[in-house]
């Protein structure tokens, strides 16, 4: 059976059994749906508990997903567990939740609530960030350019704490956003920025001289956040850029 063969049956079966409910029949929307990669991965059985959040936000939100061998899975409910390193997939036909096959994600986005914003997550090697994952580890993009800068949306264990639960003392662990900021230098050099300081993002680019030292002073940027270290990468894009 061909894709359009399939499609007019599946189409046919919403018809009669009343799942198309007041709307016209969509058959681009159902060949669409066909065409689209499969999503691979296992399905979660089990919930972790601990004080504080594992995910980098909480709920779900509609992204899209790039595959390593092309093509694109769109508008699908996703979460990222930072604790994990994992991208959770809810497949609305089970009510799954599917910890999708990090092998086959090239990249993927998300929308922020509340805002217009959609930030992108991709994968690089794990000789970047010191996972040792052999998949690789996903790493939100906040500026692509001659300098590119990264970072992983990294959650650690960093305690415990008893907490009292139905009536019982429980000890949970305790969760906290540790980010790791990632840089990759022209030529596909990478290194990590250990602390957010000036000097410190400084002495990673020793090619700007005191170039770089004076503008971020101009600027007023102490780079001490990450907002700050994003204009920071801006300004170092831009002094290259000047001298090429």
């Given at each position: 059976?061909?894709?359009?063969?399939?499609?007019?049956?599946?189409?046919?079966?919403?018809?009669?059994?009343?799942?198309?409910?007041?709307?016209?029949?969509?058959?681009?929307?159902?060949?669409?749906?066909?065409?689209?990669?499969?999503?691979?991965?296992?399905?979660?059985?089990?919930?972790?508990?601990?004080?504080?959040?594992?995910?980098f936000i909480d709920g779900w939100?509609?992204?899209?997903?790039?595959?390593?061998?092309?093509?694109?899975?769109?508008?699908?409910?996703?979460?990222?567990?930072?604790?994990?390193?994992?991208?959770?997939?809810?497949?609305?036909?089970?009510?799954?939740?599917?910890?999708?096959?990090?092998?086959?994600?090239?990249?993927?986005?998300?929308?922020?609530?509340?805002?217009?914003?959609?930030?992108?997550?991709?994968?690089?090697?794990?000789?970047?960030?010191?996972?040792?994952?052999?998949?690789?580890?996903?790493?939100?993009?906040?500026?692509?350019?001659?300098?590119?800068?990264?970072?992983?949306?990294?959650?650690?264990?960093?305690?415990?704490?008893?907490?009292?639960?139905?009536?019982?003392?429980?000890?949970?662990?305790?969760?906290?956003?540790?980010?790791?900021?990632i840089i990759r230098h022209p030529?596909?050099?990478?290194?990590?920025?250990?602390?957010?300081?000036?000097?410190?993002?400084?002495?990673?680019?020793?090619?700007?001289?005191?170039?770089?030292?004076?503008?971020?002073?101009?600027?007023?940027?102490?780079?001490?956040?990450?907002?700050?270290?994003?204009?920071?990468?801006?300004?170092?894009?831009?002094?290259?850029?000047?001298?090429?």
């Amino acid at each position: 059976m061909t894709k359009y063969s399939l499609a007019i049956a599946i189409l046919s079966i919403k018809l009669s059994t009343g799942i198309v409910y007041g709307q016209s029949a969509d058959i681009n929307g159902v060949i669409k749906d066909l065409n689209e990669p499969v999503l691979y991965g296992e399905v979660l059985n089990h919930h972790f508990q601990a004080v504080g959040s594992q995910f980098f936000i909480d709920g779900w939100s509609e992204g899209n997903i790039y595959h390593e061998k092309g093509g694109v899975s769109r508008n699908k409910m996703l979460q990222y567990n930072g604790y994990k390193d994992q991208l959770y997939w809810l497949n609305p036909s089970t009510g799954d939740i599917v910890i999708l096959d990090k092998n086959l994600v090239r990249k993927f986005t998300i929308k922020m609530p509340l805002t217009a914003d959609t930030v992108t997550f991709r994968k690089i090697e794990p000789v970047r960030t010191n996972n040792h994952d052999p998949a690789g580890s996903f790493v939100q993009v906040l500026v692509e350019d001659e300098i590119s800068l990264y970072v992983m949306r990294k959650i650690d264990n960093t305690g415990e704490r008893t907490i009292v639960q139905n009536e019982r003392r429980v000890t949970l662990p305790v969760l906290e956003p540790r980010p790791v900021y990632i840089i990759r230098h022209p030529g596909n050099r990478y290194t990590n920025l250990h602390r957010m300081r000036r000097q410190s993002f400084i002495n990673l680019f020793p090619e700007t001289g005191n170039r770089l030292r004076d503008a971020l002073q101009e600027k007023r940027n102490r780079v001490r956040n990450e907002k700050e270290l994003i204009e920071a990468v801006v300004i170092a894009n831009q002094i290259i850029k000047n001298e090429q």
